[in-house]
């Protein structure tokens, strides 16, 4: 297995997932309270899908809603650059 790059992606309410390289956290309030810590060989899957208003119109600034599926599930509400920082974290853990 290759050596997994360090890395944070914040979300747009103050949480945040990083990436040691050995294992993954979920961090609340500004990573001042760790939720959960996951291996980085638990991984399982990865979903993405875009929020959308009321009447399913895109959220302007578009967001997404990130469900990170390891030992615990992980989650977290992104914008278009924190949607590309988690898929690139995976892309780490997959190879």
Same mark, same amino acid.
């Given at each position: 297995m290759s050596e997994i790059? %360090? !890395?944070?992606?914040?979300g747009v309410d103050g949480e945040s997932?990083?990436?040691d390289g050995i294992t993954v956290s979920k961090f609340r309030h500004h990573g001042k309270d760790e939720a959960a810590r996951n291996p980085v060989?638990?991984?399982r899957e990865l979903q993405i899908?875009? %929020? !959308?208003?009321?009447?399913?119109k895109p959220r302007s600034p578009r967001q997404f809603a990130v469900l990170?599926?390891?030992?615990?599930?992980?989650?977290?509400?992104v914008d278009e650059a924190g949607k590309a920082a988690m898929e690139a974290m995976v892309d780490g853990f997959r190879r």
């Open positions: 790059p %360090k !890395t944070e992606v914040r997932i990083v990436c060989s638990t991984f899908k875009e %929020k !959308t208003s009321l009447f399913g990170l599926v390891m030992s615990s599930i992980m989650s977290l509400t």
